[in-house]
């Protein structure tokens, strides 16, 4: 994204720690840090806590800090120490985890010392997991990474339907921004108990987490069980507290079939609605899960479908691990030296791009053995590793009924190639990374077996209370490379498309962990879409206490002191005083 403003303060900021002798991976004690980086010294932490300095980097790129203080707390006691101490010391807590995300619910880009923001890094030692067969749960503390939770479920016999890609993501921070797969059910299938074509959050059985305790007067651990009613904006939280521990309903799950398609053409695949096929409806119909990654430039996407499979098929290969396909892990040559030059300021080599991951997916997916895998679950979800090329991507979750998930695309995929090719019309290249297209269901919070449980109220894939035949959430994201120039003029653009030319049949929300509320200044920038269009989707058709300003008071209640509130909070719910 071309975030003029963002991009100006992140380069300073690595001006700046470039000018230090600074790395990515540079880690300053506090005395090493009074040498070093003078006039900033560590702040005086509560007993048996020694911070040091480190810089805080995101998934693109884009959000990249001066070095900031760090903290690995060893206990949850130690948690509730450091939210008391920031209350009193007028200081920041921010929870770090493999810093996998997009938007800036941590903090902003160009952050320093001065903004008086402690990371707390729950990987370290937060990250305990235990599983109860016989609850059919599993308990995990917030640092446990999502492919230790699947691998500790995998080996009692129990999984997660459906999940993010990524296993090196916590377990606190998915749940943070309601993470997702792709899964509706098939025809004639039978949702097994315990799973959810919902998100993750909708899977909470009860959670743990460091808030105000208004009796205590001060911050405190506190258990919410899934019909408490203030768990409802904790389920899908933004980073607004710290979740030391959640339990998970999980399900014993058959394994999966996963059949990868390269042959499939665009006009099939997004055809008019009823059109005979190999449509997205008929694969959803047939499968139920389906994830499709378009590149630019290209008429033949890469089509992954999943189905469970009791037992393996005579073509399929079984698989015992994650992360199937390398060739995406690992970049190949010609696509380096093709991304090379876009980055040295060729953005028409997108036209070259494109093809050329088309060309080697098609390729290495029958040279690999990787076209047809069976196996468990998790094993055939988990495909995303740490060293996958560095995009950054919009993200939004279109509400509509089943039967229109068709023409949602239809119409989506013209104005796609359409918009793409007006721009290279007129030798513009704001996109060169992929289109990717996933459909879940609705959360419903009876898929967590207990009566009575709370709604995730800021939950994107959350139903709209006064549309309930809107039962499936289609998900799109179109990706590029960070700083691609004229992408921020796209992204606003393609934005305010589907805004309006959904609002006659569905409803749109934005994808929290995504690129959303796009204006000149950059991505969640857009006071409109911040304190309007945001606001009004978790709120129409709802009862008057389950919208948003029930939320943020909620949160506003569970955190008076605003230790958990980012800038993009301070934005998107600003303080009741602002």
């Known amino acids: 994204m071309e975030h003029e403003g963002i991009n100006r303060r992140t380069a300073l900021a690595a001006a700046a720690v470039a000018g230090g002798g600074w790395t990515l991976s540079t880690m300053l004690s506090p005395a090493e840090a009074a040498v070093r980086v003078p006039g900033n010294p560590a702040p005086a932490l509560p007993s048996g806590m020694t911070p040091w300095l480190e810089v805080f980097v995101n998934w693109s790129g884009e959000t990249r800090t001066a070095p900031l203080w760090t903290v690995a707390p060893t206990s949850v006691d130690q948690v509730v120490k450091l939210a008391r101490w920031a209350s009193t010391n007028d200081w920041k807590l921010r929870a770090r985890g493999y810093q996998h995300n997009w938007s800036p619910l941590s903090v902003d880009p160009g952050s320093t010392q001065e903004t008086r923001v402690l990371m707390v890094d729950t990987v370290k030692h937060l990250n305990s997991i235990s599983v109860d067969p016989t609850s059919k749960t599993v308990t995990a503390q917030g640092g446990a990474s999502l492919e230790a939770v699947l ?60 808030v105000w305790d208004e009796p205590a007067g001060d911050y405190a651990l506190r258990r919410f069980e899934r019909t408490d009613p203030e768990i409802g904006p904790l389920l899908t939280n933004l980073g607004r507290t710290i979740v030391t521990s959640v339990q998970l309903r999980v399900a014993q799950l058959s394994n999966m079939r996963c059949r990868s398609y390269i042959t499939v053409p665009t006009w099939e695949l997004f055809a008019k609605p009823g059109s005979w096929g190999r449509t997205v409806d008929s694969y959803l119909r047939s499968c139920g899960r389906i994830e499709v990654i378009l590149f630019p430039f290209t008429s033949f996407p890469w089509v992954k479908t999943w189905e469970f499979s009791r037992y393996k098929p005579l073509l399929s290969r079984w698989t015992s691990s994650p992360y199937n396909y390398v060739f995406s892990d690992n970049i190949p040559q010609p696509i380096s030296d093709l991304f090379k030059k876009i980055q040295t300021g060729a953005p028409a080599v997108a036209t070259q791009l494109g093809p050329a991951q088309q060309k080697i997916t098609a ?98 894939s959350r139903p709209f209370a006064d549309h309930p035949e809107w039962d499936t959430v289609v998900w799109l994201d179109i990706l590029t490379f960070p700083g691609t120039p004229y992408s921020l003029q796209y992204f606003q653009e393609c934005e305010q498309w589907i805004i309006n030319n959904y609002a006659s049949y569905a409803g749109v929300r934005m994808e929290w962990s995504k690129g959303w509320g796009y204006s000149a200044e950059g991505a969640w920038q857009n006071q409109d879409i911040l304190q309007n269009q945001v606001p009004r989707s978790y709120t129409r058709g709802q009862p008057a206490d389950q919208g948003w300003d029930t939320a943020v008071r909620t949160l506003e209640k569970l955190d008076p002191s605003r230790i958990y509130s980012a800038p993009l909070h301070d934005r998107l719910m600003p303080p009741s005083n602002g």
């Open 363 to 460: 390729t290495s997916l029958t040279t690999s053995f990787v076209s047809d895998l069976w196996g468990a679950p998790k094993n055939l979800q988990l495909y995303v590793r740490p060293n996958t090329l560095k995009v950054t991507a919009n993200g939004y979750a279109i509400h509509c009924r089943r039967a229109d998930v068709q023409r949602v695309l239809h119409e989506f995929y013209n104005y796609y190639k359409s918009s793409v090719n007006n721009y290279a019309a007129r030798w513009r290249f704001p996109v060169n990374g992929p289109l990717e297209i996933r459909v879940t269901g609705v959360d419903n919070p009876a898929d967590v077996e207990i009566p009575g449980a709370v709604m995730p109220t800021l939950s994107p």
């Open 151 to 210: 691998n500790a479920a995998n080996n009692r016999g129990l999984g997660i339907m459906h999940h993010p890609a990524p296993g090196d993501v916590t377990i606190g921070g998915a749940l943070a921004i309601a993470g997702h797969g792709t899964a509706v059910p098939a025809s004639r299938e039978t949702r097994p108990a315990g799973a959810t074509y919902g998100s993750l959050s909708n899977l909470v059985v009860s959670m743990e987490a460091v």
